[in-house]
């Protein structure tokens, strides 16, 4: 009979988030010594590398980080269960590529994974960490954002795991009373452009379509039928665009209001969804 306990399991599965099965075959394997045992973990999880391409890794964290209080960087890490995000190794390798990507710059995920990091890059440190727990490991999206104000929220949809949501806001000055507050109501109403002038040309022409179309089914005179359709768009971008929306803190303003009562402008966001 090998040499441990279920201590000794317990433990080496904190340590590297492999399956209980797969750790009592380890240190079957090496007897009960501990260093070898994880290092059988780690090579046969290299050797299952390419198994593992087809899997999706649909879980994950967000972690970020604001430098100088004017660069924010923000990326999303990936694995295929909960149980391994909200373990110990999977949260310290995320802050090593949060580390990677605040240091080197890389502004999309292909940059990211050739960046240095320990003694390889950033890809090394997927793979090992995949090798080692068995799951697929991925970095799914990266951001970097820049203004005289740059603001980090962090959001926790669940008290046991690491956070599910995060924002990045940039602002002027002025912004800096405001940018939290506002960073949050991003993260709970998920606006996808700053303001009307962002909203990409397709996909405002797009919706001109649709509500036409919808316009005209309703019977409507056709000469008024543009007019209605301008009216109806207000909605559209009430759901879709930041100063747009009701503010989450005060629904008798729009965050638009908000702004101006403090002399104050968003000059960028991006919210991250683990998974979306």
Known sequence: ???????????????????????????????????????????????????????????????????????????????????????????????????????????STEALLEQSAEDGTVKDLVDGLGAVIGEKIEIGKVARMEGENVELYLHHSSADLPA??????????????????????????????????????????????????????EGKPEHIVPKIVEGRLNAFYAENCLVDQDYARDPSKKVGDVLKEHGAKVTDFVRFHVGA
């Not at 109403?189 to 303001?195: E, I, R």
């Open 1 to 107: 009979m090998a040499n441990y306990t279920a201590a000794d399991v317990k433990a080496l599965r904190e340590q590297t988030g492999a399956g209980m099965m797969d750790v009592k075959k380890a240190l079957d394997e090496a007897n009960g010594d501990k260093e070898k045992a994880m290092e059988i973990i780690r090579l046969a999880g290299l050797k299952s590398l390419s198994k593992r391409e087809d899997r999706t890794a649909a879980a994950g964290l967000i972690a970020g980080e604001v430098v100088d209080g004017k660069v924010g960087v923000m990326v999303e890490a990936n694995a295929e269960t909960d149980f391994v995000v909200k373990n110990e190794k999977f949260i310290d390798f995320a802050a090593k590529v949060l580390d990677a990507a605040v240091k080197s710059g890389a502004t």
């Open 164 to 217: 599910q949501v995060g924002v990045l806001v940039a602002t002027d000055a002025a912004g800096a009373a405001v940018a939290r507050d506002i960073a949050m109501h991003i993260a709970a109403f998920s606006p996808l452009y700053l303001d009307r002038t962002t909203v990409p040309a397709d996909v405002l022409e797009k919706e001109k379509e649709t509500l036409t179309k919808l316009t005209l089914q």
